[in-house]
Each structure stands twice: as C-alpha cells, then as structure tokens.
C-alpha cells in the first residue's frame, strides 16, 4: 500500500481536529488512505504545499490564487464543496438605514474584515471598484482581528457587525456563511439589513502540485465524492465542514478574486 | 448576543460546550432568541441560567441510536398484572405480600394494551406481578397477549394445582415462556428471603412446567456480592433441564421492600416500560415508586412509550453535560 496522502489544512477553529480526524477515519482502510497536518496560517501552508511537505492543500480562494501565482499555474484544483461554488459577499447596514446599493455607501463608513480575508476585505474593495461607487469613495474601516486565516475564523465579520451595532461604521461587509450563521434579518430583527448581495464566487478547493499524480490522487478523490449526506457515519463530517456534497472545481468562480489579488497588489505569500 | 453566541460556539470543538453570556434584556425574549438560534444552527441549548446561555456544539449524539436495538425503550412491554402474593419476600421490589392489595391490571385493559403493543412496534409481552397465578382468570390475560405477541409470565411456580394447574395447561406453549423465581441450589438461601418451604415448591413448579412442555426460565435474585460464585446453582439448573441462556443472574436491588442492594435510579437504569393500575413507570424494579412514574395514563401506549424515550433522551444528554462539566483532571 502506498504512503498516505497527506493533507494539508489551517486550524482555525478545535473543530478542524475532529474534522479532519473525520476526514482520516474515513479513507481508513481504503485503498487511498490520508493524513494530515495542520497549520496555523495559509501562508505556511502553501509553503508546505510548494516543498513536498504536503500532498494536498485545503485552500482558501486567496490561498488557491497565491498558490497559483507562486507556481506560475502549474498547481490544480481538485475538488471543492458545493458549497464554495456559489459563495457571496454580503453587505448588510443597521435596519432601516436606508442604503438600497453600493452606490449608498459613498462617504459612508465600511467595516471590512481582516486583509487576507476574500469575502470581507479584498472582494469588497473589488465589488466597490466595480460595481459601486469606487473604494475611494467609502471610507474603510478595517478590523484585522483574524490575520493569517483568510477569514476563516469570521471573528473579523463579527467584529464589523459590532462597528456597525456600535455605530462606528454605517455598513459592513461579510461572507453569507456569517451571514447564514447569525440567521440572516430573521434572528435579529431590527438590527441588519443586507442591502446588496455579490455574484456568486468560488471560495476553498483542495489544491495539489503536479509532483503528485493523479495515479494518487483520483482514487482518493473517487472516495471523496462518494461521501453521502444520507449515509448517517458520513453526514456529521459534512455537516461540520459545511458541505451536502463535494463536487468538481469551478475555476470560473475565481477569475473576480484573480483580479482584485492583482488591482490590489495583494502581496504573494499572504 | 447573537454575535457573542456565534463567536463563542464557533471557538469550541464539536460537542464542546460553551457559556456564552446573553447580556441585558428580558430573560424569556434572550432564552428565546438562544434557542432559535441554536435551533437554526444545529446546535444544542444545553440550559440559561439568568442571563447566561450553556450551548453545546453540534447536534447532541441520539441516546436512543447508540442503544443496542432490543434495549430500546418499548420494546418489551411490563405488565403487572397484579400486586398481592402468596409470599411476602424480604427483598420484593413491589412490596408484594398476601396483604398488600391487589390493584389488578384486568382483562379489559390487558387486551387494549396487548392490541396497541404491536402497533407500538412492541415485540415481547411480559406479565409479572405479585403472582399472576392468584388471578382466577390468569390463563384469559395470557391468552389476550400470546394471541399477538410471544409473551412471558413470571411467577414463583408455587401454585400449579387444581384449577391454577388446569389455567396453566390452558395456555399457548408455543407463545408462552414461563419466569420462575428460584435464588440457590439449595433452600437455605432462598427459604431465608422468601419463606420456609418455598424453595422446595418452587422446584417442584419448575419441574411441572417444564414437564408440560413449557420454555421455562429460572431467574435467581441475588445480593451482589454473592453474583459471583453461581456454579453450583447453574449445574443445579443444568440438571433440572433448564437451558443455559435461560439460567437468569439478577442483582437485588434495593427498591420497595428490601433494605439493600444496588441503587437503580431514573439517571441509571435504561428504562422499560412497565404498566400498572397506577400508570405508567420507568422500569419493573421501580413499579411500586412514585419517583419512577411517568405518567398516570397509560393509554394510548404509543404516547407512553414516546414519553418515556423522550425523557431517557432528556436525562442521558443532562448526564453527558455534567460529565462533560465536570471534569476530574
């Protein structure tokens, strides 16, 4: 049997553990087993990737874009949950603000989430540029409370709800997982408003290099996109990792990030 | 709040558990806001003491899945039939003796329940007392539950004479398995709880049922100190004829009438439904203990049962919490 493939993945919650323990046990005993290594932030992960240390990484959208950048496009996307296909930013205001567009928010205040994060700093600035008023025009106010995790902890997105609650900013913007998660304008009545939602994007996907074959990597992913969300050992995995079913990547969904990453010069080992 | 229980739930592992504070604010609107929110999320509300919500990550694990299937509650229907006895033994976890009274479960309500047990999804009927061999019509609610389910009767075997021994001979033997109470191999131990000279007829009624083509079932009720060392009694058992996996070990338990014995609580027993006159209780150890009744009613059974599921939930998710709050090290 050949080694395990070893996968990579940022810790940003204890969840990720028992996630990713799920995610071993279930390729235990199979002809493509796995393990894997956590990491405290994409940027070393990606590193990871680049020198063998890992096999597989699970990418955010901004980790897939450096990863792309830092290998002039030879690494390739795997896979990704179905969820990350249709994934949004949301710009929400406090209840009743009257801001009914992007165009509303002209020297207005934004609260953006941490730098690195896709849904809540870069793709809002991007949207903002291209669909609004221009960032020029908005003044930011950015909360980097989760640096290093892409925004995966949403700690970033609550602190800029707070801003807004707390009125040191008129909007916020977020991704529509925080949004789902504090229960859209339904558990909070009176206090937000989504007055404008973005196309929908590509959020992570698991990236490899072509050091990796596909000889490894496809019965795995064969084994991936077996999992079932009716088979009751399966769904507790799927549920905590956000996901009904994993699906092929879309690489359309990146080309907005890809264009923000390069208008914004985001540097390349973030 | 919702920020707060979003950060702070989001933070712990799955079935971790958090306190998460829900600030000012009328506590029935927070506890309400908590609750939908945990509901839309796939989280547990553990409880809100004053303005402080205990949230446990995810789902909370299905006590009635991780159960062996033939323990699942309701799947053995308890019936006493009655509550007085010919013996007055020290330990009877009913209190039953020739002067307790009879609260007789009858026919009428035997048969409802026997009908609604196998709707219920019931696959086995027991009939216990007291000693059901004291009811003059016996054999009729024996027959009313093998008509539709194997069943087994308990008694202590004394009474298989006359008229009881012409019930007995009345009865379905392919349906019917018979539980006879019998404690050592030999009398001193048994007559010592039960009465002097009830070893000797319990064995002669175990060997008349037994020649009467009935499946019997011994069943000894022991201090637990003493469940060690059975094997004299089992190559007793073996010798009357009684097979191996019909050879019954109880430890006593200190319930009704005995002064000793494990302690059997609701936090502690995995319950079985169980019928009397009074109602509906947790377990047949408990029937005669206020502390274990679920409920008064007893029809329909399917609501009783779902009763008492929904209350095993109940107490094995509080016990999870507490062990999960509780830590030793």
């Known amino acids: 049997m050949s080694e395990p493939l070893m996968v990579g993945a940022v810790a940003y919650t204890p969840n990720v553990v028992t996630i990713w323990e799920g995610m071993r046990d279930y390729f235990a005993g199979t002809s493509s087993e796995m393990d894997f290594v956590l990491f405290s932030n994409y940027g070393r992960q990606v590193d990871a990737l680049i020198d063998g240390t890992i096999d597989v990484a699970w990418n955010t959208n901004l980790a897939w874009v450096r990863t792309v950048a830092q290998t002039d496009g030879a690494c390739r996307a795997l896979a990704m949950r179905d969820t990350d296909t249709v994934f949004q930013t949301v710009f929400v205001a406090r209840a009743g603000s009257n801001i009914t567009g992007l165009d509303g928010l002209r020297d207005r205040r934004l609260a953006l989430g941490s730098q690195d994060s896709a849904q809540a700093a870069i793709l809002p600035v991007y949207f903002l540029d291209h669909a609004g008023p221009g960032a020029d025009s908005v003044e930011l106010v950015r909360l980097n409370s989760d640096v290093g995790k892409h925004g995966d902890t949403g700690r970033s997105e609550l602190d800029a709800l707070r801003a807004v609650l707390d009125e040191r900013a008129d909007a916020a913007a977020i991704g529509v997982n925080t949004w789902e998660s504090i229960g859209r304008e339904e558990l909070m009545p009176g206090a937000f408003e989504a007055f404008w939602e973005s196309p929908a994007y590509s959020h992570c996907n698991f990236t490899a290099l072509p050091d990796v074959p596909a000889e490894r990597t496809q019965p795995w992913l064969d084994l991936l996109f077996a999992m079932d969300w009716d088979n009751p050992e399966h769904r507790p995995i799927l549920e905590m990792e956000g996901l009904r079913r994993w699906v092929p990547p879309q690489l359309d969904g990146y080309a907005s990030l890809f264009e923000a990453v390069r208008e914004q010069r985001i540097p390349a080992r973030w | ?329």
């Open chain 2, 1 to 329: 709040m919702i920020l707060d229980l979003v950060e702070h739930v989001g933070a712990v592992a799955r079935h971790g558990m958090v306190s998460v504070p829900l600030g000012e604010g009328d506590p029935d609107e927070l506890r309400a806001a908590a609750a939908a929110w945990c509901a839309r999320t796939g989280n547990d509300l553990v409880e809100v003491q004053g303005n402080v919500a205990t949230v446990r990550r995810g789902r909370s694990p299905n006590p009635l899945g991780e159960l062996d299937p033939d323990l699942l509650p309701g799947t053995r229907l308890w019936m006493y039939t009655n509550f007085d006895c010919n013996l007055a033994c020290d330990y009877c976890c009913a209190r039953s003796s020739p002067q307790a009274a009879r609260r007789a479960l009858g026919l009428d309500r035997v048969r409802q329940l026997a009908t609604e047990a196998v709707d219920a999804g019931v696959s086995e009927l027991i009939l216990t007392g007291g000693e059901p061999f004291l009811l003059p019509d016996i054999d009729e609610l024996v027959a009313a539950c093998t008509a539709v389910l194997p069943t087994t009767l308990l008694t202590n075997g004394m009474l298989f004479r006359g008229r009881r021994l012409d019930a007995l001979r009345r009865m379905d033997r392919s349906r019917l398995a018979l539980q006879i109470s019998l404690d050592s191999a030999t009398s001193q131990l048994h007559d010592e709880h039960r009465g002097r000279g009830s070893w000797a007829r319990a064995v002669a009624g175990i060997r008349t049922a037994h020649d009467e083509g009935f499946r019997v079932r011994v069943a000894a009720t022991l201090p637990y100190e003493q469940s060690a060392e059975l094997a004299p009694f089992h190559a007793f058992l073996d010798s009357l004829g009684i097979a191996p996996q019909d050879q019954v070990i109880r430890a006593l338990a200190h319930r009704g009438a005995a002064d000793a014995g494990i302690e059997l609580t609701v936090e502690s027993l995995i319950p079985e439904v169980t019928i009397t006159a009074d109602g509906v209780y947790w377990h047949p150890v408990s029937a005669d203990d206020d502390d274990q009744l679920v409920t008064r009613d007893i029809f329909p059974l399917q609501e009783a049962i779902t009763e008492v599921r929904r209350r095993f939930t109940e107490v094995r998710a509080r016990a999870t919490a507490a062990a999960q709050w509780f830590p030793c090290a």
